[in-house]
């Protein structure tokens, strides 16, 4: 079965600090994607960050970073230099089927950043 | 680029009342798709379309929702004679079909929140 887990239901920074939320999937495939998307109060979804499973290197983007560890199936994402328009709710998820058709996703965790 | 537009924003309906949210996709993205959320948990998939075939359903779908994309275009989803727990945020998501999900990554609307009574 695809899965992807957040077992972290809520966290907490301090602005301009740094803070990782963590994720782990269960999957077959060899060769799939995984993401990070954040929710803000607005409700919608925007996408974060992108890793390609078959890409040993970390995929970066600003201030958002991962860190995936395919053998441990674990995909962490880590923000730097905290501001208060991070807090939202994020989400990992995946395409793990390897049909290239949809998105798993994980029960999110919520954000808050503390001025 | 419009993003994926919802109607409603909102519904209230009271329980055993059919109701019916539209969703406008990014107009050169062909496929399409819905996801139910439900408060503090995560997107869960329901449908997706290609153009006007509708390629995969999820178990999550019962016999009361059906989901319709005749021209290809804007996407329809029905919910017949709604029980409490059909209360949710009704996301929609569109991308090109073309690449695979990494490249071409869903792009979601605000949804709809349906509240039933």
Known sequence: AQTVTQSQPEMSVQEAETVTLSCTYDTS????????????????????????????????????????????????LKISDSQLGDAAMYFCAGDLTGANSKLTFGKGITLSVRP | DTGVSQNPRHKITKRGQNVTFRCDPISEHNRLYWYRQTLGQGPEFLTYFQNEAQLEKSRLLSDRFSAERPKGSFSTLEIQRTEQGDSAMYLCASRPSLGSLGNSPLHFGNGTRLTVT
């Open chain 1, 29 to 76: 495939e060899s060769d799939y994607y995984l993401f990070w998307y954040k929710q803000p109060p607005s409700r919608q979804m925007i996408l974060v960050i992108r890793q390609e499973a078959y890409k040993q290197q970390n995929a970066t983007e600003n201030r958002f970073s991962v860190n995936f560890q395919k053998a441990a199936k674990s995909f962490s």
